[in-house]
């Protein structure tokens, strides 16, 4: 990986694109879970380009991308044991650190004015060269207009941002498909404040016990992520989760149809035959859950090219990258789940 990534320096779409990021320009670039809008974390002009071309709420902080650890040293005051165990087991990977932030180091808009930080290094050969290029910490949130799903294709990011960013860099579908696990390393206990492409089970492994925030499973409490309060991920027609398997999607399409409504379903591989109704999407398969994450939010979008009243979507085990299918498909459904 390393030599592809030397390699892919002198590429010059990524020299474009490390340049523009040295001018405070944003730009859009591949990683193995969504496409990111980077911008220089040490910039308050380039953190603000980011968050209009977004339309963000300016309280939700910015993850920093690093290609190497020592980039930390200047924004990091101090690396717990299992920050540096994680970091050793899942980096460069799908994993973001929240640690205690120095003073005055990045711009206070990247970070939502808090004093901790989110930091990853990710594992894409284009975001990792772009990132040694241009020799910056690059905040960067997920490359979507603010509330539509998360971009796993560069057409994904055009449709969105074309006109009000200074450039894509294509580097194909993403692999992962939904965002990184988000960790919080500054409590005794370390807190997962959004499930991702790391698991839990596999953070475990590692580190021993680590808790779930509460707010994630449901809870009337202020998430400790400020972005997990925002209704996200939506298609434009109103989506609920069905429980009772594929019986129970059966019977609401059934009813809603005869209601004359206009019913679209995210089904799997093995299930989308089963349906009738106006649209039915297969989004992977449900014996193995990697690749329902990693169609979800193309499959989110393409129910848009159609004049749908509901979409009905299967519900999938919490378990694995199971959880952050779930927790997508909640925030996508605004927590409605028809149960019967
Ligand atoms: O996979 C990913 O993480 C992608 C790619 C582009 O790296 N990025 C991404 O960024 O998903 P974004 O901005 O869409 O989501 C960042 C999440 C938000 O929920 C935000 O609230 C949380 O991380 N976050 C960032 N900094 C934080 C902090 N200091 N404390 C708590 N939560 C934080
Ligand atoms: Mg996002």
Not at 10 to 23: D, R, S, Y
Not at 286 to 314: K, P
Not at 318 to 334: F, P, S, T, Y
């Amino acid at each position: 990986v390393d030599n592809i990534v030397e390699k892919l320096k002198n590429n010059p779409q990524i020299k474009q694109a490390a340049k523009k990021l040295i001018q405070n320009e944003v730009v859009a670039f591949p990683t193995e879970t969504v496409y990111g809008l980077g911008g220089n974390a040490g910039s308050d002009e380039a953190v603000e380009k980011i968050f209009t071309a977004k339309g963000r709420p300016s309280d939700n902080p910015l993850i920093i991308h690093i290609a190497d650890r020592g980039q930390m040293d200047s924004f990091v005051t101090d690396l717990p044991e299992v920050a540096l165990q994680l970091m050793d087991a899942f980096w460069p990977g799908p994993l973001t650190l929240i640690l205690q932030k120095k003073e005055q180091a990045l711009s206070e808009k990247a970070t939502a004015g808090l004093g901790t930080v989110g930091v990853r290094m990710p594992d894409h050969p284009v975001a990792l060269a772009i990132l040694k290029e241009c020799g910056l910490p690059v905040a960067a949130p997920s490359a979507n207009s603010s509330g539509k799903p998360s971009p796993t294709t560069a057409e994904h990011v055009a449709a969105d941002l074309n006109g009000k960013i200074a450039g894509i860099v294509d580097g194909g579908p993403t692999g992962v498909g939904v965002e990184s696990t988000v960790l919080d390393c500054t409590s005794p206990v370390p807190v997962i404040l959004r499930p991702g492409g790391v698991t839990k089970e596999q953070l475990e492994e590692v580190i021993g016990r680590i808790e779930v925030d509460p707010a994630l499973m449901g809870a009337e409490t202020k998430p400790k992520s400020p972005g997990m309060k925002y209704r996200h991920y939506a298609p434009e027609a109103p989506l609920y989760l069905v429980a009772g398997g594929i019986e129970g999607v059966q019977r609401v399409a059934q009813k809603y149809r005869q209601e004359g409504k206009r019913v679209g379903i995210l089904a799997t591989d093995e299930s989308a035959p089963l349906y009738e109704a106006e649209l039915v999407l297969a989004c992977g398969e449900r014996s193995r859950l990697e690749t329902v994450a990693a169609s979800l939010y193309d499959t989110l979008r393409l129910f848009n090219d159609h004049q749908l009243d509901l979409i009905l979507s299967e519900m999938f085990p919490e378990e694995g990258v199971g959880h952050a299918v779930m927790n997508r498909l909640m925030k996508a459904a605004g927590n409605k789940v028809i149960t019967d």
